[in-house]
């Protein structure tokens, strides 16, 4: 406010000279407090108001009393532009007001400058109330006993209490109060406070500014400014989910293998993962510029997938082939904003010669593995050529699987499975498809070979090695069996002695003939097999474990027929071909007959039907055999009388062969019972004792029980 503003304008003046009176009147016209005093030369020099006109007293009436006499001659005197208040700190109550040339314009008054001053000081309380409603953070000030002198809305809405409830009441009596009252105490100036209240509604945190209100250096009040950021830090939050979520969206698309690119609407590229560069060419760093037009024109693409996704305003699959004839498939993907407008197209690009090029690894692959089948195939079916096998069962089929790897090796193998089950056939399988094929297949029924002849079986005599020894000396099975496989059968029946000296010829793969210096190497592939349980006979201390372990390299365990039915009519049909061609017949099995076979548990196993088919075959005077009418226990009910005139009957009319297995088995059977040796029995029926053996091992392989 400008002095020019509030002053009464005017020029009128008095001479010295002129009377009180004179001046009176004319203050009284012009209703001014005063009137400046001229010189003649128009120079102010002094101010006459009311107040020296009535202290003059009543002389002025009489107009003896000059204008000269009682005027205040120290004289202030106030420029147009000065501000306003200036007059206010002058100790007059009436200022002459000139302009720039000094020219008296007008005149101003004490009274109006104070009236001039409280209404500006009125109009900026109020504004200054105004701004602080208006402000969004919260503002209340105290006073030096914390009394609420301000209060705005803000702080209304923030601290839910209404302003004319906290107006002139102490803090604490409106508001928990945290540290405004501090302020007043220690004076300090404190920002950016953070604390949070909680509500029925919920925490709320706020940042809150304190400073005191000092004058003339004492602490006279404090305000505090605060904000109730709750929102702020809510919206923080999000953003740094927002934040963690692009990243991680990132994270995504660049470890995708294929390529990806988002554009907007008009195909400007915003961004490619360095797949895409991977397969393209393009820079991930140039293409941020590009727009899918761009991509075109550079042939990296034919035709644009965005103006296609756009078109049909849902996903596009197309197929591109590169200049270096990669094929790519490219799929795009509007993304819509919730007016249902597209604002990105997400593209994927698929290099397809890599699949393609796995998918011609796999055919190759698959190719192979036919070929592999096929020669596996064609393998077994040799192999079954060779030794007659019959391999139906899944079971049989891992047991043959097992015997050809073991084949390509030199491993001790051990045979497991009860009699007849077929462990010598999968020993010489394992022997046929080795290195060792075009070398001797030596078997050795351990259990048949008398205790005190299995030293010079197995390692052979030096001449005259002992009374009744070949003159030549004999090779034992050991030597025989050299570059070929040895198949120790019925292992478990070897005395304990034995195995010691079994042992000592596995390990150092060399023996020494009885009666001989001169250790020998072999070079033997052992195979054993047993029927009994060897690790209960290595618990009972019958079998040694060291033996054991050094057999029990690689186990095969053949299970029982009656756990392979698979095998069971495969194995019939294969019996009866071969006894077909030996005894020149040709006969039919029914239905009925197979059937039986089937659900017969065959605790004989393989041998066991073999026998029955041969019976069958050779007892029924059938073309076609209709049940199997025979017994199917092979085993006779009456046991063979030894001497007098019957020692043999014929009841009926079988084929030879099978009649002298019959016979023999039971002779040799009731002499070994009686006389418990080979050798012995060999002497009471008149032949060698290898003759014996032999038989046996015959009687046994065809299944008959002695
Ligand atoms: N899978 C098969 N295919 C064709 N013939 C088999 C098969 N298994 C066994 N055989 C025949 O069954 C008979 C008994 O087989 P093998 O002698 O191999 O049995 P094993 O288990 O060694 O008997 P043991 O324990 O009594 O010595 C033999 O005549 C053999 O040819």
Redesign the pocket.
């Known amino acids: 406010m400008l002095v020019k503003n509030i002053m009464t304008l005017n020029n009128i003046s008095v001479q010295p000279g002129q009377t009180a009176l004179e001046a009176w009147e004319i203050i009284i016209q012009t209703r001014l407090t005063g009137i400046p005093v001229t010189d003649p030369k128009g120079s102010i020099i002094g101010v006459l108001s009311r107040e020296e006109i009535i202290n003059a007293g009543p002389r002025v009436l009489e107009g003896n009393v000059k204008v000269r006499d009682i005027m205040q001659q120290e004289i202030f005197i106030l420029k147009e532009d000065a501000p306003a208040s200036d007059a206010w700190t002058m100790p007059a109550n009436v200022f002459p007001v000139v302009d720039d040339n000094g020219r008296i314009t007008g005149m101003l008054e004490r009274s109006e400058v104070g009236h001039t001053l409280f209404k500006v000081a009125s109009q900026i309380f109020q504004q200054a109330e105004t701004i602080m409603d208006a402000a969004h953070n919260g503002i209340i000030a105290i006073d030096k006993n914390g009394i609420i002198s301000t209060f705005n809305i803000a702080a209304e809405r923030i601290t839910r209490r209404k302003k004319s409830e906290a107006l002139g009441r102490h803090l604490s009596d409106v508001i928990i109060p945290h540290g405004l009252l501090d302020i007043l105490e220690n004076g300090n100036y404190q920002s950016h406070y953070k604390f949070s209240l909680g509500y029925s509604s919920g925490t709320h945190t706020y940042l809150t500014n304190r400073s005191p209100i000092i004058e003339n250096g004492q602490v006279v009040g404090a305000i505090g400014v605060f904000q109730d950021i709750s929102e702020i830090e809510f919206i923080s939050e999000e953003l740094s989910s927002v934040k963690q979520l692009n990243k991680e969206l990132e994270t995504i698309i660049e470890s995708s293998y294929d390529g990806i690119i988002i554009t907007d609407p008009s195909g400007q590229i915003i961004r490619a993962n360095h797949a895409h560069e991977r397969i393209t060419g393009i820079p991930t760093a140039s293409i941020q510029k590009m727009t899918m037009a761009d991509l075109i024109a550079k042939g990296v693409y034919s035709q644009s997938i965005v103006d296609a996704v756009i078109e049909q305003n849902g996903a596009v699959t197309l197929s591109e082939l590169t200049a270096d004839n990669n094929q790519l498939l490219i799929t795009g993907n509007p993304v819509h904003n919730q007016q249902g407008e597209i604002i990105r197209v997400v593209i994927n690009i698929r290099d397809m010669s890599d699949l393609n090029n796995l998918k011609n690894q796999l055919e190759q692959s698959i190719a192979l593995s036919e070929r592999y089948h096929g020669e596996l195939t064609q393998l077994r079916s040799r192999l079954i050529d060779q030794v ?4 139906k069962s899944t079971k ?1 089929k891992k047991v043959l699987g097992m015997a050809l790897r073991m084949a390509q090796v030199n491993s001790t193998v051990l045979l497991l ?1 009860e ?8 020993a010489k399988a394992i022997h046929k498809n080795s290195k060792r094929s075009s070398g001797p297949f030596i078997t050795v029924n351990c259990g048949a070979i008398p205790e005190n002849l299995l030293e010079s079986e197995m390692f052979g005599y030096e001449k005259g090695a002992f009374t009744g020894a070949n003159r030549e000396g004999k090779p034992g099975m050991f030597e025989l069996a050299d570059n070929g496989t040895l198949f120790l ?2 292992i478990a029946d070897l005395p304990l002695h034995f195995q010691v000296k079994l042992l000592r010829a596995l390990q150092e793969r060399e023996i020494t003939r009885i009666g001989g210096t001169r250790p020998r190497q072999i070079d033997v592939r052992i195979i054993a ?1 047993t ?1 009994k349980q060897l690790e209960e006979l290595v618990q009972d201390g019958k079998f040694r474990e060291d033996l054991y372990f050094r057999l029990n390299v690689v186990p095969i365990h ?1 299970p029982p027929l009656r756990e392979r039915k698979d ?1 069971i009519i495969p ?1 019939v049909y ?1 019996f009866k071909k071969s006894f077909e061609k030996v005894y020149g017949m040709e006969k039919e099995f029914s239905p009925r007959v197979f059937k039986e076979l089937m659900e017969y548990q065959w605790p004989g ?3 066991e039907v ?1 026998n029955v088919v041969e019976r069958l075959l050779v007892t029924s005077s059938e073309q076609v055999i209709k049940s199997v009418d025979i017994p199917l226990n092979i085993t006779p009910a009456t046991p063979p009388q030894r001497h007098g005139p019957h020692q043999v009957t014929v009841q009926g009319i079988i084929p030879l062969k099978a009649a002298q297995l019959e016979m023999e088995r039971q002779l040799i059977g009731a002499a070994l019972k009686e006389l418990g040796s080979t050798y012995k029995v060999a002497k009471a029926l008149h032949v060698d004792q290898s003759t014996i053996v032999r038989k046996v091992n015959r009687l ?2 065809n ?1 008959l029980s002695l």
Do not use: P, Q, T
């Not at 009699?419 to 999968?426: F, I, L, P, R, T």
């Open positions: 007659g096998l019959v391999v049989m499975g009699s007849g089950v077929g462990k010598e056939v999968v059968d019925e097999a029927n053949i095998d194995l294969n196993n393989v041998r073999k046994r392989e299944g």
